[in-house]
């Protein structure tokens, strides 16, 4: 069985590929971003600028995209999130994290991408990079108790 890269489980030939290869669209926002992915693991870069909404088409550089997906090895999709986008909506959000090696470093792309379904197709219209959530720090006070479970204040144990 060869397994869809876009993280379903699925089979490829049963999952992505019939809407990649125009056999059917995608039934859902979700569904479309994980043959979007699917397509740039097989560098199948007309699919990714068809499934672009026709008025957020200006400026996609197609010999970018393609040389990127090509010197790319692709890691692994993984869906955060989703906002409407079913078959019934008319527009969708998913919130999606695809992992990628480019030049031998393992890096993440974070997005919120937009979809809008048009004519009973639905399309990518915009996305915007998700940004790491900063770092929370609980500051322990002296008197605390000690973090380690020791019973003592952390003044007299870890604190010295």
């Known amino acids: 069985m060869n397994l869809c890269p876009c993280g379903s489980g699925a089979n490829y030939a ?73 078959k019934d909506d008319s527009v969708g959000e998913v919130e999606f994290v695809a992992r990628f090696r480019e030049k031998g470093q393992d890096r993440e792309h974070h997005e919120l991408a937009q979809f809008k379904k048009s004519k009973g197709a639905w399309y990518f219209t915009d996305g915007a990079m998700v940004k790491p959530k900063p770092l929370s720090v609980n500051k322990i006070g002296r008197n605390d108790p000690c973090t380690c479970g020791s019973g003592l204040k952390y003044k007299k144990c870890c604190g010295k």
């Open 14 to 86: 049963d999952c992505c590929e019939p809407v990649i290869n125009g056999v059917r669209t995608a039934e859902t926002a979700e569904q479309l971003m994980r043959a979007r992915y699917a397509a740039y693991v097989g560098v199948q870069m007309d699919f990714v600028f068809e499934t672009t909404h026709p008025d957020h088409r200006q400026g996609y550089d197609h010999a970018g995209a393609k040389q990127w997906a090509e010197d790319s090895e692709w890691l692994g999709l993984e869906i955060v999130d989703t906002q409407k986008g079913g």
